[in-house]
Every structure is written in structure tokens, then in C-alpha cells.
């Protein structure tokens, strides 16, 4: 067996997606002001990502999750440029569900399961193949654990005030 505990290969998991954790978490306690698609319309006459992406939240993001990745490099030897890239990947994977979700006419903030919770996870392991390509085993692992760590934390953000629905 590649790993000598299957604490290690979730240990390896998290500290591997920590970074673009951060970018996605960010966002609900920086977020605000301008929207990213600056209220324009798509062509089907719906908002193009909607009013709940702001540009303050995707650079907030962006710099904390580079951040951390930082932090991690010192403490793990951890890449920085994959901090940064695993950063972006989940704030673009999370602005492509948007998009997704305005062309099906749901309105901001509306949830839309398992979408909401992986559609980070999948822009973060997309955006990480130019430095490195996950294994198998991680990614499985990420696309179990995200889902109750998203559910649990979106909650008490809720239960703290910090964000209006509990998803
Ligand atoms: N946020 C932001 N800028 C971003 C991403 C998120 O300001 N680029 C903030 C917004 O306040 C948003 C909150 O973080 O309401 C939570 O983000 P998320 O749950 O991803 O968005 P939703 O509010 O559910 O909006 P959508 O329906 O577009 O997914
Ligand atoms: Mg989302």
C-alpha cells in the first residue's frame, strides 16, 4: 500500500486543496461591491455570473489562498506557484457554476447540491495539472470529504452572521 495510513492520504489530500479552500471561504467575509460581470447581461438576457461574484471577493481570494500556499511552503515545502494556481482554479470553478446557475434561471445564492460544493474542488485539481497531476486516490478522497466540510462550514458561517443561507 503507497500510504502507510489512510490518515496520511487525507492529511496529503488537505493540505494539498488547503489553499483553494481558503480562496472559496475568503470571498463570504470580503466579498462585496462591484460584480465581476459589472450587472451585465448574457445574451439570453440573464446576468452572466450575478450580482453575489464580486471582484473584491476574487482578488480577497486570490491573495489569501496565494497566501497560504505560502505558509504551507514553509511548513511543507509546499509549491507556491500551486497555492497560487489551485487558488484560481477554485474561484473560476466556482464563477463557471454561477454562469451555470443563472443559464438554468436560478437566482443568486440559490443552492444547486453537490454543484455547489465541488464545482471549487473541480477548478482547483483542473487548474493544478500544469504543476502536477493529482492522484487518483486524492481526488477521490477530496470529492468525499469536500461535500460535509462545505456543508459544515457554510453553516456556522450562517450561525455566526456571516453569510445570509445556510448553504
Ligand atoms: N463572493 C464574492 N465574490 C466571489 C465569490 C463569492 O463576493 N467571487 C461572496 C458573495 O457574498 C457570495 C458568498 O461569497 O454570496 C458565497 O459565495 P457562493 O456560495 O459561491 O455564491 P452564492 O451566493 O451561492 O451565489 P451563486 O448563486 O452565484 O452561486
Ligand atoms: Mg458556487
Known amino acids: 500500500m503507497p500510504y502507510e495510513t489512510i490518515t496520511d492520504l487525507i492529511k496529503e489530500a488537505i493540505i494539498f486543496i488547503f489553499p483553494a479552500y481558503c480562496a472559496n471561504a475568503i470571498p463570504v467575509l470580503a466579498g462585496g461591491g462591484k460584480p465581476i ?3 451585465k447581461k448574457f445574451p439570453d438576457g440573464k446576468p ?3 450580482s453575489n461574484k464580486t471582484i473584491r471577493g476574487f482578488i480577497a481570494g486570490l491573495a489569501v ?3 497560504v500556499g505560502v505558509l504551507q511552503n514553509l511548513l511543507f515545502n509546499y509549491n507556491i506557484f500551486l497555492g497560487f494556481m489551485v487558488s484560481l482554479g477554485a474561484l473560476i470553478g466556482d ?3 454561477s454562469f451555470i446557475k443563472r443559464r438554468l ?5 440559490r443552492m444547486l447540491p453537490i454543484a455547489d460544493q465541488l464545482d471549487f474542488v473541480f477548478g482547483a485539481l483542473l487548474f493544478s495539472t500544469p504543476i502536477i497531476i493529482p492522484k487518483l486516490e486524492v481526488v477521490l478522497v477530496l470529492i468525499l470529504i469536500t461535500p460535509p466540510i462545505h456543508i459544515f462550514t457554510n453553516f456556522a458561517a450562517y ?3 456571516l453569510k445570509k443561507t445556510p448553504w
Open 48 to 50: 452572466v455570473f450575478g
Open 95 to 97: 464563477l463557471i457554476e
Open 159 to 161: 450561525l455566526l452572521k
Open 65 to 67: 489562498g496565494t497566501v
Open 37 to 39: 460581470d459589472l450587472n
Open 105 to 109: 434561471n436560478f437566482e443568486p445564492g
